[in-house]
């Protein structure tokens, strides 16, 4: 943090900033720190530092303006900036940040998202941030090299499941009423002393709830969570999107502001494979089952 951005937060705050300390995590460049004030407080800060960055904080600013609800951050300060706009947020690093998973938390956060789900808001819809997420396997059938230099899987199972594939991801509904986090992953969300919480709301919009919840399913299974089917049984449609999503994206080149993203994308989409092929009656590719 240097020095007119330590300026910038006192002034937001009304506070003196006596001690910094850098967060790590995150799958973008985007600058964290924790900080603990005169007052005895501390809070959380993000710095956007590259146009993507600012473009993600700027959403995500939106959202906690737009909503009040205990599965949010609480926002303290925000102020934006062409090249480095500040979000500062309630400090959450004294609560528990899976995994470990047990059942007890599985089951808090799938209430959790039942609720984010009912909350009602006024985001842009689905369709219009985010375009479409249910032609993955259309996008690996124009270019299945990048998909089978993963190893999960070879050309002859692709070629006999990319039908079925291409068929279900395409009957998934991505609009609806609901609000979606859509970025549900262990190092997004913990449980506080009031509840579990949900932090990163860049992607914040309205649409299909199921589909929300299905995007989490695969992380929370590759941690040793329960099956994705366990918790959406009957729903083909949105494994083979959500699998698709992941299987279109992990093999490509690393992004450069974001090197992690590819390493994630892949761990997710080892169990989202699995979780299609068994919920479309497939065989399973048995790299992926290793």
């Not at 007119?4 to 460049?29: F, H, M, N």
């Not at 690093?93 to 470990?100: D, H, K, L, Q, T």
């Not at 993963?150 to 009957?171: F, I, K, M, N």
Request: charged share 20%; aromatic share 8%.
């Amino acid at each position: 943090m240097n020095a007119l951005q330590r300026i910038r937060i006192e002034q937001l705050l009304g506070d003196r900033v006596t001690a910094v300390k850098s967060v790590g995590g995150g799958y973008s460049p985007a600058a964290r720190w924790r900080i603990e004030l005169d007052s005895g407080k501390t809070a959380f800060v993000k710095i956007g530092v590259t146009a993507h960055t600012v473009d993600a904080l700027r959403s995500e600013s939106d959202a906690y303006h737009q909503l009040r609800a205990p599965f949010l951050p609480r926002l303290l300060a925000w102020e934006d900036d062409v090249a480095a706009p500040i979000l500062v947020l309630e400090d959450l690093g004294e609560a528990y940040w899976p995994p470990p998973w047990n059942p007890e938390l599985v089951s808090e956060v799938r209430a959790t998202l039942r609720a984010v789900h009912d909350t009602r808001a006024k985001l842009r819809p689905f369709a219009e941030l985010h375009g479409s997420f249910n032609d993955g396997w259309q996008q690996v059938a124009a270019d299945p090299a990048p998909f089978l230099a993963l190893g999960l899987a070879g050309s002859a199972w692709l070629e006999s499941a990319l039908p079925l594939l291409v068929r279900a991801s395409a009957q998934v509904r991505t609009e609806g009423n609901e609000l979606c986090h859509l970025d549900v992953r262990s190092d997004n969300l913990c449980r506080a002393s009031r509840g579990v919480v949900l932090i990163d709301w860049n992607f914040a919009c309205i649409g299909n709830g199921a589909l929300d919840t299905g995007f989490w399913l695969p992380s929370l299974a590759a941690e040793g969570g329960p099956l994705p089917e366990e918790t959406l049984p009957s729903e083909p449609e949105i494994a083979a999107c959500v699998s698709g999503f992941f299987a279109a994206r992990a093999g490509l080149p690393a992004i450069p502001d974001a090197p992690k993203v590819r390493y994630v994308q892949l761990e997710q989409l080892k169990p989202a494979l699995l979780w299609a092929a068994r919920a479309l009656g497939l065989p399973l590719p048995q790299a992926a089952a290793r």
